[in-house]
């Protein structure tokens, strides 16, 4: 930095991220409080520590390989090319490699960590998705497997797939995801469908003639309050998918510069423009499951997020009527298919999870390769977004690297007896010793009182 | 041990590192990487073993009911 204006660029390009990364700890926060107030009082405790022990569980995966993965499979490996070992631009493979100088404080670096910490917090994001479907009889430390499996492999795998400006999704498909529906959201649903399938559901949620009874939400103030930091850290999340200032003219090789914001495919978009369709989808799904709900706060909540998600791969383009539209058609379908395959299949999620992030996911992708048709997908490659790119893209994303990998996992440790808590734990509740020790303490301290 | 030993402004564009014991990092990332294996194997033990106890109670599904802290 020998200048003031590349100083100023590059400071506040790393304080930016740096932004995002604190507003995206928001989501975790509202993650843990949404998990806890649907969770019945015999098992607070054991859920939130499963959800805040993927914090560094995942955190410390990402470090060791999970952004050595992401910039090292963009081709696959083995689809269009094999494993990129060697440095090809900011951030590639050997850059990423734990023992790399530049994975920490180095003079002559702002951005590899602070890029890596928002990633990461996509990883915690991705990982906390499913934690939410399984509360009450996953074994933690399964999860704990789980979380990584999904939060610093699978995800990222589908991120350099699908996310990577030179990933082969996005060069032979014509894959366009920018605030991720599907990297995110679809393969996190995806990922917990299997999981569930694999872990069956909680003692009496269905009853003996196959109905379902719902169990929950015990406290709908934490569920209120976790949704709404949610969507707050969710603004964080889609300014985390810019990049802030790009000189797009000079590196398409236009030759003239034009400095603009970009999506996470470099290319152009506006802070300005996707602030407007974050509120506009948000606004879209609120009203919609308001209404499919008949009032529900929890599922009026949900759709709100559904809505963002399913609006989120086109919305570095679309107009905020077209997001507010898509957001709220979303919302009926992912709330009908969420029903139908609890009942069909006795599929127990306890938050809703595959249904908000997984089929609105799904739902967003099929909807984005119709309304950007004929879009560039790249500013570098001959590639236009397309419908039937799309609806492969939402095919690996929610299935491929989702459903699959989670159910082959789950599967794996319930064969070792690791995946689900015995029967007379589920039901005693897995915090019934610290209640025990917590009611002691209470009689003794009252008994002094006296 | 110091990596850096004079913040003057002449040798500031020259630096790159200055985390100490550079050259060093494939230790502790041995170190770590030991240390987080054996924080699942240790934690997934204890698990199984507060089951095993509970397990052996024969508790019911109201018996945290009694256990409700009067704070």
């Not at chain 1, 976790?226 to 030759?255: E, H, K, R, S």
């Not at chain 2, 590192?17 to 030991?34: K, Q, R």
Request: glycine share 10%; proline share 3%; charged share 10%.
């Amino acid at each position: 930095m020998d200048n003031e204006l590349s100083a100023l660029t590059i400071i506040f390009t790393e304080f930016y991220y740096w932004v995002t990364v604190v507003l995206m700890f928001l989501i975790h926060v509202g993650f843990c409080m949404y998990e806890v107030g649907v969770s019945r009082h015999k098992n607070h405790l054991n859920t939130l520590m499963k959800n805040t022990m993927l914090i560094p569980v995942v955190t410390v995966t990402f470090f060791f390989f999970g952004w050595w993965i992401y910039w090292g499979f963009p081709n696959g490996p083995g689809i269009i090319g094999g494993l990129v070992l060697e440095a090809d631009g900011f951030g590639a493979n050997e850059l990423a490699l734990p023992w790399d100088p530049i994975m920490a404080v180095n003079m002559g670096d702002h951005i590899m960590m602070v890029f890596w910490a928002a990633f990461l917090l996509f990883s915690w994001t991705a990982a906390s998705i499913v934690s939410g479907a399984v509360i009450e009889r996953i074994r933690s430390s399964a999860f704990a497997i789980l979380a990584i499996a999904i939060g610093s492999v699978f995800w990222v795998i589908d991120a350099s797939w699908g996310w990577h400006y030179a990933g082969w999704m996005i060069q032979v498909l014509g894959y366009h995801d920018a605030y991720a529906s599907g990297v995110i959201h679809a393969v996190a649903g995806g990922f917990g469908l299997g999981v569930l399938v694999v872990l069956g559901p909680r003692i009496g949620k269905f009853n003996a003639d196959g109905s379902s009874n719902n169990i929950g939400p015990r406290n709908p103030w934490m569920v209120t309050i976790g949704l709404f930091l949610i969507y707050t850290g969710f603004w964080g999340f889609y300014a985390a998918c810019n990049v802030p200032i790009y000189d797009a003219g000079g590196d398409y090789g236009g030759g003239t510069a034009y400095f603009t914001a970009t999506n996470i495919y470099l290319t152009p978009t506006t802070l300005s423009g996707i602030t407007a369709n974050f509120l506009m989808s948000l606004s879209g799904g609120l009203l919609a499951g308001y209404v499919v709900s008949k009032g529900d706060p929890f599922w009026t909540y949900s759709s709100g997020l559904a809505g963002i998600i399913a609006a989120s791969a086109g919305n570095d383009l679309y107009h905020p009527l077209q997001s507010m539209i898509i957001a709220a058609a979303a919302v009926p379908v992912m709330y009908k298919l969420h029903y139908w395959v609890e009942n069909r299949f006795k599929i127990d999620d306890a938050v809703g999870a595959v249904a908000v992030h997984g089929y609105a996911g799904v739902f967003g992708l099929v909807v984005c390769g119709f309304m950007l048709w004929g879009y560039p997908a790249s500013a570098y490659y001959e590639v236009t977004i397309n419908p039937i790119g799309m609806i492969i893209g939402a095919v690996i994303m929610f299935g491929v690297l989702g459903f699959l990998p989670g159910w082959i996992i789950a599967k794996i440790l319930n064969s070792a007896g690791k995946l689900r808590i015995p029967e007379e734990v589920e039901r005693a509740g897995l915090d019934i010793e610290a209640m025990e020790a917590s009611k002691a303490d209470s009689n003794a301290v009252a008994a002094l009182e006296r | 041990m110091a990596t850096i030993e004079t913040w003057a402004t002449e040798k500031l564009s020259e630096y790159t590192s200055i985390y100490p014991f550079v050259g060093t990092e494939w230790l502790w990332l041995i170190v770590a990487v030991v240390f987080w294996l054996w924080w699942h194997v240790k934690t997934s033990a204890k698990e199984s073993d507060d089951y095993d106890r509970v397990r052996s109670r024969g508790l019911s599904s109201s018996s945290h009911e009694s256990q409700r802290a009067d704070w």
